[in-house]
């Protein structure tokens, strides 16, 4: 039997899909594809933004930031004190952001590296992942390193797509662009993390939050 809450996410995740397939038209489900609809729609950026319970003037990274569809919501959140370090390792797209968000005072580009985001040292309250915890080679180690990125009772929060849907939320997810909760779990753990939340709020993205397990 499902909990009360994965049974919610079902349940809002059919209705997303329904609303999906009506606005396309669409007859055949396996040809439905998330990222053709309005991402606000599934991606459900202020329900995110208000489970990470963000507090002003906080420094955030966001960790493969891809065009910057989190950004603004992060900046809303930390506001004018806080910062917000958008993280890319591809030149176009380091490039496309500085663009976009040259204007904006709190949000800075950073060019990082595949194994390491070059982020400063013992400063950052939050490090979000969406989408980009499957892309990261050598996980275990690559967490291990930013432990020294964070600031004292700093946490990184992996939205990813999961792995483990069935049904017809399975037909969204691919296969090489997923993970496993208790793989994401378990790598975190052997890099110096424990979990201290999960929030299943998101139709085909399990979110996962996690903090330094030891002093």
Known sequence: MQSPPQARRQVRALIT????????????????????FGRDMWQRPNAVIAALAIAPGSTIADL????????????????GKGRVLAVEVDDALVAHL????AGDANI???????EDPLLPDGTVNLVLLVDTYHHIDDRPAYFRRLLADLAPGG???????????????????????????SDVAGEMRLAGYRQSARHDILPVQMM?????SGP
């Open 17 to 36: 899909l329904g609303l999906c397939a009506l606005l396309a038209s669409c007859t055949r489900m396996d040809r439905l594809d998330f990222t053709a």
């Open 108 to 114: 800075e580009v950073i060019r990082g590296r595949f």
């Open 208 to 212: 996962l939050v996690f903090e330094r």
């Open 98 to 101: 500085k663009t976009r968000f």
């Open 64 to 79: 493969g930031a891809g065009k910057g569809y989190f950004l603004p919501h992060l900046a809303g959140a930390v506001g």
């Open 155 to 181: 946490r990184v929060a992996v939205i990813e797509p999961d792995a483990e849907l069935g049904g017809l939320l399975g037909l969204f997810v691919k296969a090489d662009h997923a993970s496993r909760a």
